[in-house]
């Protein structure tokens, strides 16, 4: 059974810090997105990471991806207020052509000014 | 805004009812999937649709069914409701032919059984 955990999953945080948001999974999978989501709202794509190796940045977020460790990260640079929300990794499969996307526990990121 | 819509945003209701939300998947996709998210569960898969056929199952109790119709748009079904069953809905879409894509999704539907 896949599963994903993310850590940790509560962050609060400084402005203008640098912060590391991790994301194991269990069993390999064909790729790994990353998902914002504010209170009460909907989920948000941030990036898609199709392959070992892939980085992805999107301002002052940076995505990457280790099959081999089975680990993706969201790093944080230089936060700022607007960035707190929850962060959601999650990890899919295609099987005989349906997809099951499993997601984290989520990361509820504060950042205080 | 994502281009999925839901309907409706809020559902209150008692336990033992049954209760039916709706989703129309953005222009063009395919496939639609259904997750529940409450605040002891987290995000939940429950069931995929693809071009009208059923996909993948997830953690979806016999209570709950889905469906999706010719035009592509999905309802799911939640019957005999439990104050358990509360939860935020939340349906997505995706592009048929690429699985790269990521999932887009909707508003949600925030169900409260009282």
């Known amino acids: 059974e896949l599963k994903v955990e993310q850590n940790p999953l509560f962050l609060s945080m400084q402005e203008g810090k640098n912060y590391t948001i991790y994301c194991n999974y269990s069993?390999?999978?064909?790729?790994l997105y990353w998902y914002r989501q504010d209170p009460g709202k909907s989920l948000e794509s941030l990036f898609v990471l199709l392959s070992n190796g892939a980085v992805k940045q999107e301002g002052r977020l940076m995505a990457s991806l280790d099959t081999k460790a089975r680990l993706s990260t969201l790093h944080i640079t230089a936060a700022v207020h607007d960035l707190s929300a929850t962060y959601f990794c999650a990890v899919d499969r295609i099987i005989q052509g349906a997809q099951k996307l499993v997601f984290g526990q989520g990361t509820r990121l504060t950042i205080n000014p | 805004d994502s281009g999925v819509t839901q309907t409706p945003k809020h559902l209150i209701t008692a336990t033992g009812q049954r209760v039916t939300l709706r989703c129309s998947p953005r222009s063009g996709d395919l496939s639609v999937y259904w997750y529940q998210q409450s605040l002891d569960q987290g995000l939940q898969f429950l069931i995929h649709?693809?071009?009208?056929?059923?996909?993948a199952k997830g953690n979806i109790l016999e209570r709950f069914s889905a469906q999706q119709f010719p035009d592509l748009h999905s309802e799911l079904n939640l019957s005999s409701l439990e104050l358990g069953d509360s939860a935020l809905y939340f349906c997505?879409?995706?592009?048929?032919?690429?699985?790269?894509?990521?999932?887009?999704f909707g508003n949600g539907t925030r169900l409260t059984v009282t």
């Open positions: 649709y693809y071009n009208g056929e059923e996909r």
């Open positions: 997505a879409s995706s592009g048929g032919v690429s699985y790269n894509s990521p999932l887009h």
């Open positions: 069993t390999t999978s064909d790729r």
